[in-house]
């Protein structure tokens, strides 16, 4: 159980293109998700927090304007990247909080993003 | 400071060995402790998950908890090559948000 799927697994955009990228719960319902960035061997970045109906909870330093997060449903968050860039190509990962009522996190496979 | 402290490695043992793998913290409100495996390109697994301090074991893995010293540990057991991979601790205060350790890059040699 507890198992969290992204799509897509790897994109390759032009600059200056918008880039969607779903994660779903895919047997349990979640209403907190959490969307990271990881770069080549360093940990993972939390970049915000997604609810279930209502606006995500960016972390300090990213911008809201460019990495749209919507939480439309209980199965699903999506993670817009506009404008994207160069510098923006990175390892997304998303996790979805477990079903019970502690902290553990269960998270996708992630989805490679370069930017061309 | 960082709030939780790993050392990055890399660590390479013989197949076999026993791992011992380390986090420290300086915040005494984290109650939530986890163990992830990543391997590369891929998200973090869920290995252990240990709510206060205490042991818990699962199969050739064991997670243990000391509160009082700030200090977790993972131990894995007759390691095999499939272990090789980047361990991550995180914990939590009960606030949902993780905080992770940098992660360890284990390698297990056949």
């Known amino acids: 159980g507890a198992v969290v799927s992204q799509h897509p697994s790897w994109v390759i955009c032009k600059s200056g293109t918008s880039v969607k990228i779903e994660c779903r719960s895919l047997?349990?319902?979640?209403?907190?998700m959490f969307w990271y960035r990881q770069f080549p061997k360093q940990s993972l970045m939390l970049m915000a927090t997604?609810?279930?109906?209502?606006?995500?909870?960016?972390e300090q330093g990213v911008e809201k304007d460019k990495f749209l997060i919507n939480h439309a449903s209980l199965t699903l968050s999506t993670l817009t990247v506009t404008s994207a860039h160069p510098e923006d190509s990175s390892f997304y990962i998303c996790?979805?909080?477990?079903?019970?009522?502690?902290?553990?996190?269960?998270f996708g496979p992630g989805t490679r993003l370069t930017v061309t | 400071q960082k709030e939780v402290e790993q050392d990055p490695g890399p660590l390479s043992v013989p197949e076999g060995a026993i791992v011992s793998l380390n986090c420290t913290y300086s915040?005494?409100?984290?109650?939530?402790f986890m163990w992830y495996r990543q391997y590369s390109r891929k998200g973090p697994e869920l290995l252990m998950y240990?709510?206060?301090?205490g042991n818990k074991e699962d199969g050739r893995f064991t997670a243990q908890v000391d509160k009082s010293s700030k200090y977790i540990s993972l131990f894995i057991r007759d390691s095999q090559p499939s272990d090789s991979a980047t361990y991550l601790c995180?914990?939590?205060?009960?606030?949902?948000?993780?905080?992770f350790g940098q992660g360890t890059r284990l390698t297990i040699n056949p």
């Open positions: 996790s979805a909080r477990g079903p019970g009522d502690e902290d553990e996190q269960y």
């Open positions: 047997d349990f319902q979640a209403t907190t």
């Open positions: 997604s609810n279930e109906g209502s606006k995500a909870t960016y």
């Open positions: 915040n005494s409100a984290f109650q939530y």
């Open positions: 240990t709510y206060s301090s």
């Open positions: 995180a914990m939590s205060g009960g606030a949902q948000k993780l905080v």
